[in-house]
């Protein structure tokens, strides 16, 4: 392999993509879903934040068992699922465009990993 491109959908639409060189981590480390060198396909993301930020894999001492990618520069509450008005860094860091859903933010996305 070679290459890995992540993209995120919403009700089939691709809100983003990046592809990156591939990381030989990906099958034995959460570090492994970094993208090396990253390069923007599409970013349809609309908080300014986190507008051409590659997703890139957090772990965190509440971590939800899998993977958890934020597209947020910095450090955010990658998997804060707790109802108590915490941010998911798995859709809220993005906001939706409106032509995309009608609620911009806290939409949940669908995230594929492809390898090639």
């Not at 396909?41 to 934020?70: H, K």
């Not at 804060?80 to 409106?98: E, F, M, V, Y």
């Amino acid at each position: 392999p070679q290459e890995t491109l992540i993209a995120a959908y919403h009700n089939g639409v691709m809100v983003y993509a990046y592809k990156g060189y591939f990381n030989r981590n990906i099958d034995h480390h959460w570090t492994g879903a970094t993208l090396l060198q990253p390069t923007m396909i599409v970013d349809q993301c609309t908080r300014s934040e986190s507008q051409g930020v590659a997703p890139y894999p957090q772990r965190e001492d509440d971590a939800i068992t899998g993977l958890a990618l934020a597209k947020y520069p910095g450090n955010g509450n990658t998997d804060t699922i707790d109802g108590n008005g915490n941010d998911d860094d798995r859709w809220a860091h993005c906001q939706l465009p409106s032509s995309i859903s009608s609620s911009t933010a806290n939409v949940q996305m669908t995230v594929a990993i492809l390898v090639r």
